[in-house]
């Protein structure tokens, strides 16, 4: 083998490398070519979020067809939609029922300021959050529960989290309060998470199959405290298809997964 043939053949190697490494992960790449321009900086996209008193969660899909909702509470499913066109852009509110169970979204222009009311029969109080979807930060919910002991008292709670970026805001509920705390998510690796809370810092496990995030600690006097948070699935597709820049999503609700 010649010098010029053997620096031909390791040209090719190297480039023939290069190509096959500027792929990516092709899951990402999937997901940023499917996620909708229209909804950057648009009262139009994905809204999510948890709700307790008992337990549940929901997602909003605006568009400018009209919005589908679905909200999942004590195993129950209830679709909701609206068919009514939806200015883009602009400041939005809207209220959904079935089933005795209400809806009432509002959103500024931009999309940065969601809020949601829900109302369902023989469960008053009903805390929600929500967050809206973002190109690059999706949103997850979670459904859990938190335990704790002292002595001989035993505190139990509900204790739903939803999950944006680096950012969480838990609702929790108990026989005699409700709450509301918002903090920092740090991921570390595949198996572990930091909890940040305004009062103290949590080194959580993750099962990397399932996603359920999980804590316990224990101490003198009977002391213990346990979390536990199992991921859910999307309600309404995230990023919807579109054919074109107008008119891109269904206000049918697309089946649970």
Not at 189 to 197: E, P, S
Not at 226 to 232: A, M, S, V, Y
Request: proline share 5%; aromatic share 10%; glycine share 8%.
């Amino acid at each position: 083998m010649n010098k010029n043939f053997a620096k031909w053949l390791i040209s090719i190697i190297v480039l023939m490398m290069t190509i096959g490494c500027s792929k990516g992960d092709p899951d990402r790449q999937k997901d940023e070519d499917t996620f909708n321009p229209k909804f950057v900086n648009s009262n139009w996209g994905h809204y999510s979020g948890v709700l307790v008193g008992s337990t549940g969660y929901f997602n909003i899909l605006v568009t400018g067809v009209g919005v589908s909702a679905v909200v999942f509470f004590d195993g129950q499913r209830y679709e909701m939609q609206s068919n009514t066109s939806v200015p883009e852009k602009q400041d939005y509110d809207l209220e959904l029922s079935k089933d005795g169970v209400v809806i009432t979204f509002s959103v500024d222009k931009s999309g940065k300021r969601p809020e949601v009311e829900i109302e369902i029969p023989d469960h008053p109080n009903v805390n929600a959050t929500i967050f809206k979807t973002e190109e690059k930060q999706p949103v997850k919910n979670y459904l859990g529960w938190s335990k704790s002991t002292y002595e001989q008292n035993t505190h139990n709670e509900i204790y739903n989290m939803t999950i944006k970026g680096d950012k969480y805001e838990v609702v929790a509920k108990s026989t005699f309060e409700s709450y509301s705390q918002v903090g920092i998510i740090e991921w570390i690796g595949k198996d572990k998470v930091r909890i940040i809370a305004p009062e103290t810092t949590l080194l959580a496990n993750v099962e990397p199959q399932t996603g359920v995030i999980s804590y316990k600690e224990t101490g003198e006097n009977n002391y213990s405290l346990e979390i536990q948070l199992t991921p859910q699935n999307l309600l309404i597709a995230d990023n919807p298809g579109f054919d074109d820049g107008d008119d891109y999503a269904s206000p049918k609700p697309a089946p649970g997964k």
